[in-house]
């Protein structure tokens, strides 16, 4: 077989053309600090990073979506603190007024000091976030849920929800029949039997509108009057072990947010592990390759100059 001119420098061209395009691939790969920067580097490989991709993102969204629970969750911990607070001063006041040698003055006194605690409970119960939304009135968080007049509650039934990992959908808020209008299962019975009124503000103002009521000198008012404080007590005690039956659900909630923050955070460094061993570039390779790769170049360069300075006349010198 024949062996022309025109079949060799094709051959060398090609040569240093496959020689010429390794190069600049692995020159690619080091200015990008990737081994696979377009599908045809690595099928398999660019395939996989696509899905490993989506795992991210997705992962990066239940990152944020737990950040927003955890303000929600941290707030409303927060507004409970203080509606705990206000319902021991209530408490002990409901239980000083029970004695029977205050005079009608000191009674009215203690319904000023409730009524001030009951306005303080209403302003919490129609807390908003930083955005204007009621944090216990369920999914319509564009109105007040609490009358303040009343007591009488108009919020949603249905706590707000959120998913915050992949299996994990959480109730980031409470409703405030959950809070202000609930007792527990091991609520006591109130004096004469049952549990009477679970509204905390309903219990307030039974409390406050005997208290202003002047019962010296008539002992059947005054036992009315006693009657309706001692239920009220108990009462705003049973509300009181309710509140802090949430507040422990809430404690519960912002501990696990924080065990799957971090078990997202290790999720993503393992994420971010995968995606360099299938795509970023192994330097002391890359770096070897370009070397050697460079010096075939060269050697090609250097073969086909000496293939064309070749001629018949110069072999038979």
Known sequence: ??????????????????????????????????????????????????????????????????????????????????????ITSAQEKLVYAGNGTLSDDDRLSLSTDLQGIRDQLMNLANSTDGNGRYIFAGYKTESAPFDSATGAYSGGTEAISQQVDSARNMSVSHTGQQVFESITSNAQEIPGGGYGDTNMFKILDNAIAALKVPVANDPAAAETQGAIVAASAVGIKNTQNNVLTVLADVGTKMNELDKLDALGADRALGQTKQMSDLVDVDWNSAISSYTMQQAALQASYKAFSDMQGMSLFQLNK
């Open 1 to 86: 077989m024949r062996i022309s001119t025109q079949m060799m420098y094709q051959q060398n061209m090609r040569g240093i053309t496959d020689s010429q395009s390794k190069w600049l691939g692995y020159g690619e790969q080091m200015s990008t600090g990737k081994r696979v920067n377009r599908p045809s580097d690595d099928p398999i490989a660019a395939s996989q990073a696509v899905v490993l991709s989506q795992a991210q993102a997705q992962n990066s969204q239940f990152a944020l979506a737990r950040t927003f629970a955890s303000q929600k969750v941290s707030l409303e911990d927060n507004v409970l603190s203080q509606v705990n607070t206000a």
